[in-house]
């Protein structure tokens, strides 16, 4: 089992900023690809950005390509996902992911792909 805690969520300002962190706990040995879904009221969970095992390789949703940047410390078990220009439009519920896989390549995986979730922790971007 692995434990997936986030932080870092909060208030900000349109055009602000601001950095989550996803730590991991229990079986960490294990190779995983990591994720961040977010997920606003009234809509469907999404993937806005993921990275593989070994942080070669990544993916983000258009809707925040050069504004997001996903990266990871594997020996401090935690990823995080640095988030600049925030727009109202990323208020959500943002969610952390753990997928067990040694695949290197593009992490594209689906919402059910996914082994651990996190509890999420709440973003609000004010206008």
């Known amino acids: 089992q692995v434990k997936l805690v986030e932080s870092g969520g909060g208030l900000a300002q349109a055009g602000g900023s601001l950095t989550l962190s996803c730590a991991a706990s229990g079986r960490t040995s294990k190779d995983y690809a990591m994720g961040w879904f977010r997920q606003a009221p009234g809509k469907e969970r999404e993937l806005v950005a993921a990275i593989s095992w070994s942080g070669r390789s990544t993916y983000y949703a258009d809707s925040v390509k050069g504004r997001f940047t996903i990266s990871r410390d594997n020996a401090k078990n935690t990823v995080y996902l640095q988030m600049n220009s925030l727009k109202p439009e990323d208020t959500a519920v943002y969610y952390c992911?753990?997928?067990?896989?040694?695949?290197?390549?593009?992490?594209?995986?689906?919402?059910?792909?996914?082994?651990?979730w996190g509890q999420g922790t709440q973003v609000t971007v004010s206008s």
């Open positions: 992911a753990a997928r067990v896989t040694s695949y290197s390549g593009t992490p594209r995986y689906t919402f059910d792909e996914y082994d651990y």
